[in-house]
């Protein structure tokens, strides 16, 4: 296993409603990076955060939101969530942001009806 | 077109077989390039990284050709437990930050 993990497992809201995702990074890892993974395609970088700042970002819209604590552990918020929201969550950590090697968490899955 | 672009199989191969996976990537200024799997509903584990001087690991060989942007994994001598979707993986050069840009996978089914 990597260290990296991210709760909750699942997850089902509805259209509109707001979501917070987490994940704690693998010890000694201070960057932690977000991806979508819709079914049937590759995980899409969503944003990166290093040293508690949003470092890098991909093509989501700003209601896509971040957060990272003093200990790198991680937050995704997602607000006036869609229909096509709904896809797995995976959070990677490594050791700093110019390190190519990342590590993904089990991942959240999120259903939005 | 897409950044990066797989045959998305499935291939479909008995065990003991030799395999083999292509990937083509859009970005020539890609300076970091790695195969993943991906199980079923799981997250995905880094397999190998990839070099232009190629390299093995196992039954796992993996090749980078810089001059056509593609990049390679053979899998020799099949097992049952190589069945999963194999993600290909560019970094480009981003300025300060490494975002991994994932083809949409080629799944492996190794029958008996």
């Known amino acids: ?113 | 077109r897409k950044e990066v672009e797989q045959d998305p199989g499935p291939f479909n191969v008995p065990e003991g077989a030799t395999v083999a996976f292509n990937c083509t990537y859009s970005n020539s200024a890609s300076q970091s390039f790695f195969w993943y799997r991906q199980d079923c509903r799981k997250e995905p584990k880094l397999l190998m990284s990839v070099y232009s001087s190629g390299n093995e690991d196992g039954r796992f060989t993996a090749q980078l050709n810089r001059a056509s942007q593609y990049i390679s994994l053979l899998i020799r001598d099949s097992k049952l437990s190589d069945s999963a979707t194999y993600l290909c993986v560019v970094i480009p050069f981003s300025g300060g930050y490494n975002k991994l840009i994932f083809g949409a996978g080629t799944r492996l089914a190794v029958h008996p």
């Open chain 1, 1 to 113: 296993e990597t260290g990296v993990t991210q709760s909750p497992t699942h997850l089902i809201k509805t259209r509109g409603q707001q979501v917070t995702l987490r994940c704690s990074s693998q010890s000694g890892h201070n960057t932690v990076s977000w991806y979508q993974q819709a079914l049937g395609q590759g995980p899409q970088f969503i944003f990166q955060y290093y040293r508690e700042e949003e470092n890098g970002r991909g093509n989501f819209p700003p209601r896509f939101s971040g957060l990272q604590f003093p200990n790198y552990s991680s937050e995704l918020n997602v607000n006036a969530l869609e229909l096509d929201d709904s896809a797995l969550y995976l959070c990677a950590s490594s050791l700093d942001p110019a390190n190519n090697e990342q590590y993904f968490g089990p991942g959240t899955r999120l259903t939005v009806t």
